[in-house]
C-alpha cells in the first residue's frame, strides 16, 4: 500500500517555507526523500534511519516519527531552484531483508515563484 | 557519480508489439528496480532484482517480465505491448540492502503504445 502524501501542491514565493508530510499504514525500517525535477530523474535527498535524529543540509532538512509512521520534509526560506515534485519512498519494518525495495507516495508538486 | 542508463528516451511502439527496455548501471550495485511514473499514482514497483539472475516481483507485474544476465544490465520486457502501458519507465539501482545510500535513477523512457 502506497504512502500517502500532502499535500498535493504547494505554491511558495521565493523566501517561505513549506512542509511535506508522508504517511504510511505499516511501521517502517525508513523512509526516503526525492525530488524530481521537470523531465528529470528524481534525485535522492535524504534517508531517514528507524531510530535514527533528525536530518537534513542546509534549508532542507526531514524528521521521522515512528509510532505514527509519518515523516515530514521541512524546506525553509526557498529558492527558486526547490521547485519539483516531491517524493517520500517507504522501506516496511518486516523481518528479514527488503533489499531496498521501496514504495512511493504520489507526489507534491512544489512551485516556487520570485 | 554513479550513473544510471536508459537507452531510449522516447519509444513509440504498436499494440502486440514486444518491446524492450534497457538499464545499465556503472557502478556494481547489487540492487536494480523498473517503476512505471504515472501522473497523480507516483512511482510503482513493477519488478526488481537482487543478484544476477534473482528477480522478484514487485507491486504491478502483470504483463511484463524482466532479464538480469549481468550485473550490470536489467532489462524490462513487454511481452505483447497494450495501450494502458503507456507510461514513463524509470530504472533504478541501490548499493548494499535497505538502499541506504539511496537510489540512482535513471532518466527515463517515455514509452507510447499506439
Known amino acids: 500500500q502506497q504512502p500517502v502524501q500532502s499535500p498535493q501542491a504547494v505554491i511558495l514565493r521565493e523566501g517561505e517555507d513549506a512542509v511535506i508530510n508522508c504517511s504510511s499504514s505499516?511501521?517502517?525500517?525508513?523512509v526516503h526523500w526525492y525530488r524530481q525535477k521537470h523531465g528529470e530523474a528524481p534525485v535522492f535527498l535524504m534517508i531517514?534511519?528507524?531510530?535514527?535524529e533528525q536530518k537534513g543540509h542546509e534549508k532542507i532538512s526531514a524528521s521521522f516519527n515512528e509510532k505514527k509512521q509519518q515523516s515530514s520534509l521541512y524546506l525553509t526560506a526557498s529558492q527558486l531552484s526547490y521547485s519539483g515534485t516531491y517524493f517520500c519512498?517507504?522501506?516496511?519494518?518486516?523481518?528479514?531483508?527488503?533489499?531496498?525495495?521501496?514504495?512511493f507516495g504520489q507526489g507534491t508538486i512544489l512551485t516556487v515563484h520570485p | 557519480d554513479v550513473k544510471v542508463t536508459q537507452s531510449s528516451r522516447y519509444l513509440v511502439k504498436r499494440t502486440g508489439e514486444k518491446v524492450f527496455l534497457e538499464c545499465v548501471q556503472d557502478?556494481?550495485?547489487?540492487?536494480m528496480f523498473w517503476y512505471r511514473q504515472d501522473p497523480g499514482l507516483g512511482l510503482r514497483l513493477i519488478y526488481f532484482?537482487?543478484?544476477?539472475?534473482?528477480?522478484e516481483k514487485g507491486d504491478i507485474p502483470e504483463g511484463y517480465s524482466v532479464s538480469r544476465e549481468k550485473k550490470e544490465r536489467f532489462s524490462l520486457i513487454l511481452e505483447s505491448a497494450s495501450t494502458n502501458q503507456t507510461s514513463m519507465y524509470l530504472c533504478?539501482?541501490?548499493?548494499?540492502?535497505?538502499?541506504?545510500?539511496?537510489?540512482?535513477f535513471g532518466s527515463g523512457t517515455r514509452l507510447t503504445v499506439v
Open positions: 532484482s537482487y543478484d544476477v539472475k534473482m528477480k
Open positions: 519512498g517507504t522501506d516496511p519494518n518486516a523481518g528479514g531483508t527488503s533489499y531496498g525495495k521501496l514504495t
Open positions: 531517514l534511519l528507524k531510530g535514527g
Open positions: 533504478a539501482s541501490s548499493l548494499l540492502d535497505r538502499a541506504i545510500y539511496g537510489y540512482t
Open positions: 557502478m556494481d550495485h547489487e540492487n
Open positions: 505499516k511501521a517502517l525500517y525508513s
